[in-house]
Structures are given as structure tokens and as C-alpha cells.
């Protein structure tokens, strides 16, 4: 099975920080990988696909990036909406989370 | 508007079953592929199960293997979750989600991106 190991686990940051979170696969999987952003007692909501398509409606400030098994999610200029836990998935599998902290 | 909607969760005994639900609104259920995530208290995601778009192919985490069953009703617009010998490591709030990607014929090849997501139901598994 294929493993997803994301860095930090958590990362405390100040509003207008550029943020940049890391997913890590443990073996090859293309493109295939979305990042998702949740809030405490919230669903999970999708910020990206195929590792660099931004869905509908998210901001513009958030990006992602790479392929095989290194991926990133950048957030330009974090916001106070943006203080949150993110998760990368490649299908059945989940990364552990990052949690994004003001400092 | 699209709406997901679960229902069904509760506190259950060990080994007991409990048939979860997830009605949906506001776009054609029976052309989406759908899943179930649950998410144990103060843990991250965990996918559950995925089923197509008719039904036709279904796909479990190794954790639930034997003893959940998904399925839908697309003619009722709903999606279920039938959840045998639960365990305490069962205990989680359970969401239902629709895949991104329109009629997928093989689900097993589909990348698995989960647009819409319901607001969750929780099951706790205790004595």
C-alpha cells in the first residue's frame, strides 16, 4: 500500500506568511493527489486536484505543486480564514495532517 | 443547492450494527461515483469505502473488509452505509462525499477526488 507522509505536522505562521506544506508518497503516483482543508467540527473541503488544479471557488493563494512523490501545497499570503488542518490524499489513503497555527 | 445529508449515526454496543444513510440534493446522484470517510475523535481522515455510479463496484479500506457493506438507491437519491461487528476503533464521526468525476466506468482506476462532502454523522461504539 501506498503511504503518504506529510511535513510539518504543525506550523505556526502569521497572517501574510507564505506557507508551504509537504506531501510525500511512497512511491511514484503520477499527478494523482488533491489537498483538502479542514476546520474543527467542519467536512473537509477540496483545494486542489490532480496536484496543481485549483477547484472552484478556492482562492487564488493557494497552489500546489510536483509529481511522483514529492508534492507541495503553497498558501501566497496566509489569511485568518486559512488557520486550519490540511490533508493530502492519493485515493484511499490520506496524509496525517498539517495543522496551521497563528503565531 | 448540492447537498449531502448522513444520518443514522449513534451510540451502539460492541459487535452490534448500525445502517447509515446520506441523502443527496441538487445534482444527479445516480452519475457520481460516492465514498464514505470517517475521522476518529482528534484523528485525521480515513476512507472507508467507494462505491460507482450504478452501483456495480465497490472498494473497502482493510479495516472495515467483511464488515461494512456500501450500496446505494440512486432511484431514492441515497447512499448507504451498513456497518456489522462494529468495534470501538469504529468510533468516528462518518462523512459521505461525492467523487469529482462524472460517471466512472472503472472506479478503481478513477483518482478518487471528493468535491462535495456532507456535514457528517457520528457513531460511537461503546458498552
Known amino acids: 500500500d501506498i503511504q503518504m507522509t506529510q511535513s510539518p505536522s504543525t506550523l505556526s505562521a502569521s497572517v501574510g506568511d507564505r506557507v508551504t506544506i509537504t506531501c510525500r508518497a511512497s512511491?511514484?503516483?503520477?499527478?494523482?493527489l488533491a489537498w483538502y482543508q479542514q476546520k474543527p467540527g467542519k467536512a473537509p473541503k477540496l483545494l486542489i486536484y490532480k496536484a496543481s488544479s485549483l477547484e472552484s471557488g478556492v482562492p487564488s493563494r493557494f497552489s500546489g505543486s510536483g509529481s511522483g512523490t514529492e508534492f507541495t501545497l503553497t498558501i501566497s499570503s496566509l489569511q485568518p480564514d486559512d488557520f486550519a488542518t490540511y490533508y493530502c490524499?492519493?485515493?484511499?489513503?490520506f496524509g496525517q495532517g498539517t495543522k496551521v497555527e497563528i503565531k | 443547492q448540492v447537498q449531502l445529508v448522513e444520518s443514522g449515526g449513534g451510540v451502539v454496543q460492541p459487535g452490534r450494527s448500525l445502517r447509515l444513510s446520506c441523502a443527496a440534493s441538487g445534482f444527479t446522484f445516480s452519475s457520481y461515483a460516492m465514498h464514505w470517510v470517517r475521522q476518529a475523535p482528534g484523528k485525521g481522515l480515513e476512507w472507508v469505502a467507494v462505491?460507482?455510479?450504478?452501483?456495480?463496484?465497490?472498494y473497502y479500506a482493510d479495516s472495515v473488509k467483511g464488515r461494512f457493506t456500501i450500496s446505494r438507491d440512486n432511484s431514492k437519491n441515497t447512499l448507504y452505509l451498513q456497518m456489522n461487528s462494529l468495534r470501538a476503533e469504529d468510533t468516528a464521526v462518518y462523512y459521505c462525499?461525492?467523487?469529482?468525476?462524472?460517471?466512472?466506468?472503472?472506479?478503481?482506476?478513477?483518482?478518487?477526488?471528493?468535491?462535495?462532502w456532507g456535514k457528517g454523522t457520528t457513531v460511537t461504539v461503546s458498552s
Open positions: 490524499q492519493h485515493k484511499g489513503t
Open positions: 512511491q511514484s503516483i503520477s499527478s494523482w
Open positions: 462525499a461525492r467523487d469529482r468525476v462524472l460517471e466512472v466506468v472503472v472506479v478503481v482506476a478513477a483518482p478518487w477526488y471528493m468535491d462535495v
Open positions: 462505491i460507482s455510479y450504478d452501483g456495480s463496484n465497490k
